[in-house]
């Protein structure tokens, strides 16, 4: 699996400041969060939006603040504190304050499947964490896809486990130059149904697959346009 972009961070972080808004968009959507594009826009921008509730707008404002820690952290180490930070980040005010950052521990029920995720134990997140960033055979772009798939399924927090596992893979996209990764909405039903394959089986490969031929937006240098 080739890196579809070889950017530097700059230019990756250009990409992503250029279509912030359609991201975080995309991403509230695939988390259930009903909002549209120009709510989502005003939000961003700080305005007033009438008819949403007040933790859609918070969600959109965590979003936001998790997206620009992102892009302004280029020498933060990729591991499990990382994560529990973004996870805090993405839903503060929306969870419990005792289980921001915090491994679960209590059950959780997966939406359209009687799969029902492990225990996570914090020394083994470590440890599978380590695994899947050390495979210095694969790219950096598979290596990404790959444990953002792991921490959705992981399921290591109480809520906010998708919004959690793209940030990251994305930190780690764009720290290397690698494009972004974001689900168009018309790919967001096929998208559902593939990751319920993949919570059943614990097959990654058709979803992984499908997520680099569908999923990955970047700059294409030679023809000077945004491509995906």
């Not at 990756?12 to 009903?34: P, Q």
């Not at 168009?184 to 997520?211: A, C, H, M, R, V």
Request: one cysteine or more; glycine letters at 6%; charged letters at 25%.
């Amino acid at each position: 699996m080739e890196n579809k972009f070889n950017l530097t961070r700059e230019q990756n972080v250009f990409v992503a400041k250029r279509n912030i808004v359609d991201y975080i968009w995309k991403s509230a959507n695939l988390e259930g969060i009903g909002v549209t594009y120009p709510e989502t826009q005003a939000i961003y921008d700080g305005g007033i939006v009438n008819g949403l509730t007040v933790d859609n707008i918070i969600a959109i404002n965590n979003l936001k603040y998790s997206w620009e820690f992102i892009l302004e952290n280029d020498h933060i180490d990729y591991d499990f504190n990382v994560i529990c930070h973004l996870h805090k980040l993405t839903c503060d005010k929306l969870v419990l304050e005792e289980d921001l950052g915090r491994i679960r521990s209590t059950t959780v029920n997966i939406g359209g499947t009687s799969w029902k995720p492990q225990f996570p134990i914090e020394s083994q997140i470590k440890e599978e964490l380590q695994e899947l960033l050390n495979q210095p055979e694969k790219t950096m772009t598979e290596i990404a896809i790959e444990v953002m798939l792991w921490i959705m399924r992981r399921q290591i927090f109480i809520d906010g486990n998708k919004r959690v596992a793209m940030l990251f893979a994305n930190k780690i996209m764009i720290d290397n130059g690698c494009g972004i990764i974001t689900i168009s909405q018309e790919n967001q039903p096929l998208f559902f149904e593939k990751l319920i394959k993949f919570y059943e089986t614990g097959d990654n490969s058709d979803l992984k697959n499908w997520l680099y031929e569908t999923s990955i937006d970047g700059i294409n240098l030679n023809k000077k346009e945004i491509s995906s």
